[in-house]
């Protein structure tokens, strides 16, 4: 049986990559935040420790984040600080410890189309899921050696409490407009794409990010 870690497993696209995964038979580890907090490199450090000392893990999937959307002027350095270490550096963090692990494995974080393309009030976010896909790139090309495929997935407007907190019914229904399929993606949609990353059937795919948007950022 096949083993992967994902964050952020709770909710939204997480939980979604979670019920996919298990649906397809894998065994899935899913700390909660008290278990495996990405705010603290020392909670990341105990989990991923402990985690490597009951032996292998296949695939991992970095679907935990925050978005909190805040005008030039009202954003804090402690928000900023926090958005990088939870979104960005808790990634590079887990791949680091967990390495040796994933050697022939697969890894996949949850990037976004705004980390290329741009939306007021989201220097933090934006920030941080640019700068993932810089850092899957390198890390794909670090790992390759030991043969591990390292991916970023980008979604377009999924429905999930995150879009649901920073939109209102009427920003949604403009969204949906925008969005050449006309509506928002469902995190089952994103999940799929997630899995069969992580899954043995890519066997050539590394270091990319791959846009899953209904055709937002065509135009
Ligand atoms: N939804 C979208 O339209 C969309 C679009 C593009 C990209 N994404 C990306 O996809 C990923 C999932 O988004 P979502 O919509 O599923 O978000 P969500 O519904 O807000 O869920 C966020 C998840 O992150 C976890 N989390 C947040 N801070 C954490 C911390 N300090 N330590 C551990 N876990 C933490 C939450 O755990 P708790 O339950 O403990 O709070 C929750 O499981 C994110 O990286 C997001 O940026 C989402």
Redesign the pocket.
Known sequence: MQRVLV????????KAAVDEFKRRGWDVVSP??AE????SGDSIRNYCEGLAATGRLDALVH?????WPRPLEQTSEDEWQLTLQ??LTAFRQMVQLLAPLLARGRVVA????LGVVARPNRAAYSAS?AGLLGVVRALALDLANQETLINAVC????D????RQNNSEEQLAEIAKSIPLGRLGLPEEISKLVVWLCSLENTYITGQGVLIDGGFTCH
Do not use: E, F, Q, W
């Open positions: 964050t952020g497993g709770s909710r939204g696209l997480g909660s935040r495996l907090n990405l705010a679907s935990a984040g925050v978005n939870v979104n949850l990037g976004s189309i899921k979604p377009g407007y999924v999930t409490d995150m879009t």
